[in-house]
């Protein structure tokens, strides 16, 4: 259930989205001819293997990478024609490892994301204070305040990161796999903290993610990207399929559906032109071939 | 392609290109011996090198006596020059690094200046070894320092930088306390690196270093292309890492040392050479290595034919002419787009 | 790097920082201006301290004041403003790098500012040399450039932005001496400036490098939050609407006028910038608004208790300061280096 933005979202954003997105470095092209639009007030989640491109995708909607082509469109306006401090009341980012520079406590870090609402001289306001509260808050920080950074465990860290994402009180948040790196527990707990702030706040939330099963199992929307191309998207239940997982990830696997969430939820057997299976194919066709049955067809 | 040929070169096209540039040394020796002050037409330099003069004959004396072995030294130390720092490009893994990078020169200079302005009395032969010590010891230093249970290719670069630092500021310190002294000029000449007046003694000096040194790193050129896939790879490989890493290091320190000793300081051929070289044919360092110390040798015979003829009765130091060929290869390397720079 | 690392500690209360911060800057000062004030009392004339006070103070017409005010106390100012420049310097280039082993000298200012000055006195030997701060200027602006660009060609780290300020620092140094070869009477003269000192500064330099060093410290202080922000990353930093590219040229160029206004009315001087930074984050943790203006007094100390060292030393000759400071940064150097890397 996706609750309404309260007050403290301060601008409200009504469409994400990217129209002909051409991505590469330097000459290389990984994103050819993108289109997406990122549903609003939903958690989306983006998958796909190594190098398919999904980093990439990210970036580029967080305005971080500039596209060769085509455009990411903010309700309406092309995101490069705008002045980065807007971009930056709107949109959130989280990027990859972030790195946690020394002798920064977790309350300096969270007054950072103000940086976009305060002006020149950065004079500080009762709204940014409150915003630096409500952020602790969230994600339960308020007692980690005067802790340095460098002295929390992973979770900590990353729940951290996303109360100065928070602070800065945008419609939109963008992570990069928030959860690599971290063991299962720390994955959980930001994942959770993910949900409740979607539930609660209504913050439109995608984010890059490598698991596929907590993919499935915390977000509405999941993206499958494959070699810089939508390969499909929509409810987790349609796109988590054993032929995404044969066609993109060249896995055999089998997908269930969880009872307890009814999300589905994958059990990977084997690759899909590994040696097992090349020698059960061969072995299949060397069997129907002794029966007279045409080969290829039904086993 | 490291650890074999790349596919698409044959041996015969490694052989066309070892054979034409030492066809282009050749040349150029031979040329070089003809200009000067007193200019030679190549058929008498040929003959005073085939011995068809007569004794006495002053074409020959010009040709044997005095450029000949400054000639062999320019080769010399340009080839070694460019070996030390294609050795320690590979084993710092940055395209930045030069055998200046060790400190080998500063130390070297420093020493060398020492000798010449607070010692003035000591005999001018002793300068070559006491530089060659200063230098090698510098080096030493800096690898002693930058030792912490093995030596990080960072951890020996920035070393090595801090050491430079600390002498070149020790020895711009003695020069300026020594202002008054006359030899300054000698100092500062020592400084710049030049091969004026180098003779068959300091040939005969450098030698056995050149030969020994070149032929080792040679030896122990594929070392380098394992330490470039990084430490954990290569002695995932089975490679003595600290070991090699050593050996490269001394190796490389030995070589710039010796050559520094005999001509000061000469800027850029270790920091450039070994960069066109890879460029053009790859980063395999079993081929990098003789191919820079040909191509280190060219420069630096180039450069000093240069710098001895290009103003009449001026011998201008190679080493500034070094400095000066290498400032748009630099400038070349700042402006292109290319964005990793890395061996 | 701060004292306080692993473990569960709470760090101390914001207050007490303040505190902290507010202890050091007033004691900063007070060494600072007790540098000055017997910085000014070395020289071949003895005066004892009350009379150099009074000197200072009171405008009586004596040949004290005039020596005090004429001759020696700009000379203790030039000392303090070039080791604060050059202080705030190293502190930007640190954060602008995220690399704690920039320096001023480390990018090629200070080999550019040099390399220019002897340049033009090759080139032009009856130059005025009223106009070695101009050229020094534009010299180490040419050399910041060369090694910023060189530097930033791929990821930025510590080790690439050394060694380019190196190969940078090398080559130039190398065309300077070579280039000192050909013009044997300036010798002496330009390898004394080349050393770095503030011996025979006055009220012209001070002038000088006031503006700029006025101009370029309060700047680098106003930006403190984008230094600060910068810490963080690149794509944070974007994220939170930092014009990062733009933001990153402003503060080099502020980094570049800084070290070559210093470097134009003192010549070379090394580790400063290197050493001051690092000492403020030591004591004051790395918000930039506190670090700036400690490292700015911190350096400016430096120098000026440098220079007192450097002209008592081997009384009555001078060593330039920039020796002294060489000499004792250079160990420094050292053991960051190791602890660093």
């Known amino acids: 259930m996706n609750a309404q933005p309260t007050g403290y979202v301060t601008r409200p954003v009504t469409e994400l989205r990217a129209e002909d997105l051409v991505l590469g470095y330097d000459s290389r092209v990984v994103v050819e001819n993108l289109n997406l639009d990122v549903p609003m007030g939903r958690i989306t989640a983006v998958v796909g293997p190594n190098g398919c491109g999904k980093s990439t995708i990210l970036r580029a909607i967080a305005r971080l990478l500039k596209p060769k082509g085509g455009s990411v469109l903010l309700d309406g306006h092309a995101i490069a024609r705008m002045p980065t401090k807007e971009v930056a009341r709107r949109m959130a980012i989280l990027p990859q490892g972030p790195s946690s520079p020394e002798g920064l406590t977790v309350e300096r870090l969270v007054w950072h994301g103000r940086y976009p609402h305060q002006g020149f001289l950065g004079t500080s306001t009762a709204a940014d204070a409150e915003a630096v509260a409500w952020a602790l808050a969230q994600t339960h920080l308020e007692s980690f305040a005067t802790r340095l950074l460098d002295s929390l465990s992973g979770g900590e860290r990353q729940r951290a990161w996303i109360a100065m994402a928070l602070a800065q009180q945008t419609a939109v948040l963008l992570l990069d796999e928030p959860t690599t790196f971290l063991d299962l527990g720390h994955q959980l707990e930001v994942l959770e903290l993910l949900a409740e702030l979607n539930q609660t706040q209504g913050i439109t939330i995608m984010m890059v993610l490598h698991e596929l099963n907590q993919a499935a199992r915390y977000t509405d929307h999941m993206i499958a990207v494959h070699d810089g191309k939508i390969w499909h998207q929509g409810d987790p239940v349609e796109v988590l399929t054993e032929e995404l997982l044969h066609e993109v990830f060249g896995v055999r696997a089998q997908v269930l559906i969880d009872e307890q969430s009814g999300k589905p939820h994958c059990v990977p057997l084997a690759r899909s032109n590994g040696i097992a299976e090349q020698a059960k194919a061969a072995l299949e066709t060397a069997a129907q071939a002794a029966a007279g049955r045409p080969v290829g067809g039904p086993a | 392609m490291i650890g074999r040929l790349p596919q698409s070169r044959t041996t015969a096209w490694w052989l066309v290109v070892v054979g034409g540039l030492l066809t282009v040394v050749a040349v150029a020796v031979v040329v070089s011996l003809g200009l000067g002050q007193v200019n030679i037409p190549v058929g008498d330099v040929w003959a005073a090198l085939t011995g068809g003069h007569e004794e006495g004959n002053l074409a020959s004396r010009i040709v044997l006596d005095l450029r000949l072995p400054r000639l062999a030294l320019a080769l010399l130390v340009g080839a070694q020059l460019a070996v030390s720092g294609a050795i320690l490009q590979g084993v710092t893994r940055n395209a930045l690094a030069s055998p200046d990078l060790l400190g080998v020169t500063a130390g070297a200079g420093f020493v060398a200046v020492i000798l010449v302005l607070v010692i003035p009395d000591a005999p001018r032969a002793l300068l070559p070894f006491a530089a060659l010590a200063g230098g090698a010891a510098s080096g030493t230093i800096v690898y002693l320092i930058a030792w912490k249970q093995g030596v990080s290719p960072e951890r020996l670069a920035l070393t090595g930088i801090a050491v430079t630092a600390i002498f070149q500021a020790a020895v711009t310190a003695v020069v300026t306390l020594s202002v008054e002294n006359n030899n300054v000029q000698l100092a500062l000449q020592w400084l710049t690196g030049s091969l004026y007046g180098r003779g068959w003694e300091d040939l005969w000096l450098l030698l056995p270093w050149s030969v020994a040194g070149i032929t080792v790193a040679l030896v122990v050129a594929h070392k380098v292309n394992l330490l470039l896939l990084g430490d954990h790879v290569a002695a995932g490989l089975g490679m003595r890492i600290e070991q090699a890493r050593m050996t490269l290091v001394g190796i490389a320190v030995m070589l710039a040392a010796s050559a520094v000793s005999i001509t000061g300081t000469v800027a850029f051929i270790g920091l450039v050479i070994p960069h066109l070289v890879r460029l053009l044919i790859g980063a395999d360092h079993r081929l990098v290595l ?38 748009p290869y630099f400038i070349y390397l700042i402006t292109r787009s290319k964005t990793r720079i890395s061996v | 790097m701060t004292s306080i690392q692993a473990g569960r500690q709470p760090h101390p209360v914001a207050a007490l920082h303040f505190g902290l911060f507010g202890a050091l800057i007033i004691g900063g000062l007070v060494l600072l201006a007790l540098g000055i004030i017997v910085d000014t009392n070395v020289g071949i004339v003895d005066m004892d301290l009350g009379q150099v006070t009074r000197a200072l103070l009171v405008d009586d017409h004596s040949q004290a004041r005039t020596i005090i005010w004429e001759l020696r106390f700009p000379r203790a100012l030039v000392a303090a403003l070039v080791g604060g420049s050059l202080a705030v310097a190293g502190a930007v280039m640190q954060a602008l790098t995220r690399n704690p082993l920039a320096s001023p000298s480390l990018t090629g200012v200070s080999a550019g500012a040099g390399f220019a000055v002897v340049l033009s006195l090759v080139l032009w030997p009856a130059r005025p040399l009223g106009l070695t701060p101009l050229i020094a200027f534009v010299g180490g602006m040419a050399g910041g450039t ?177 020796i002294v400071i060489a000499m004792l940064g250079g160990p420094f150097f050292l053991f960051l280096a190791r602890r660093n890397a």
């Open chain 2, 290 to 327: 003789p191919v820079s110390a040909i191509a280190g040798a060219i420069l630096l015979l180039v450069a000093d034919d240069i710098a001895r003829t290009v103003v009449p009765s001026l011998e201008i130091p190679a080493g500034l002419l070094t400095a000066l060929i290498g400032a």
């Open chain 3, 146 to 322: 060369v090694v910023f660009s060189l530097a930033t060609r791929s990821v930025v780290t510590p080790v690439r932005l050394a060694l380019a300020g190196f190969a940078t620092a090398s080559f130039l140094l190398a065309m300077t001496t070579g280039l000192l070869l050909l013009s044997h009477d300036t010798v002496g003269t330009v390898y004394f400036w080349l050393a770095g000192g503030v011996a025979g500064r006055g009220w012209q330099h001070v002038e000088v490098i006031v503006p700029w060093a006025v101009v370029g410290i309060s700047t680098a202080f106003i930006m403190s939050r984008q230094l600060n922000i910068l810490l963080l990353g690149e794509d944070v930093a974007r994220g939170l609407g930092i014009s990062t590219g733009r933001t990153r040229v402003i503060l080099m160029f502020l980094a570049v006028i800084l070290t070559a206004a210093a470097v134009g009315v003192a010549g070379p001087i090394g580790f400063v910038g290197l050493i001051a930074p690092h000492v403020a984050r030591f004591l004051i943790g790395t918000d930039h608004y506190r670090v700036i203006p400690l490292a700015a007094v911190f350096g400016a100390t430096l120098v000026v208790w440098a220079d007192v060292g450097a002209r008592n030393v081997q009384r009555p000759l001078e060593i330039p300061v920039g």
